[in-house]
């Protein structure tokens, strides 16, 4: 009989002991929730941050200068309009400049 009590003592004491651990464990990670949330945060804004300027659609003044050089000569005979190319063709030269204007007004979120 002595012996049957005694199993059952030490079966309760193991069960009793993996509940503190895991109550420990659990403590321990509540605790340190914050600082893991905050690492996780950093590198999502370091990787952001890596992407470079974001677009504004209302504080983004853009400036587009083309360039467009052509020779052609221009006909008109029997009520008809004619218009060729001459020399090389056609030259296109594109430049764009894109700034955002007030940065301190936004929000970003």
């Known amino acids: 009989m002595l012996r049957?009590?005694?199993?059952?003592?030490?079966?309760?004491?193991?069960?009793?002991?993996?509940?503190i651990l895991i109550i420990i464990i659990l403590g321990a990670l509540m605790s340190i929730q914050i600082y893991i949330k905050r690492g996780i945060q950093g590198r999502l804004k370091s990787a952001t941050d890596d992407i470079g300027d974001q677009f504004s659609p209302g504080n983004t003044n853009v400036v587009k200068i083309m360039h467009t050089v052509s020779n052609s000569v221009d006909t008109f005979a029997f009520g008809k309009s004619k218009s060729t190319l001459t020399g090389k063709g056609e030259i296109t030269t594109e430049q764009m400049n894109s700034d955002i204007m007030i940065v301190n007004q936004e929000f970003w979120q």
Do not use: D
């Open 4 to 19: 049957l009590l005694n199993k059952r003592r030490k079966k309760g004491q193991s069960t009793l002991e993996y509940a």
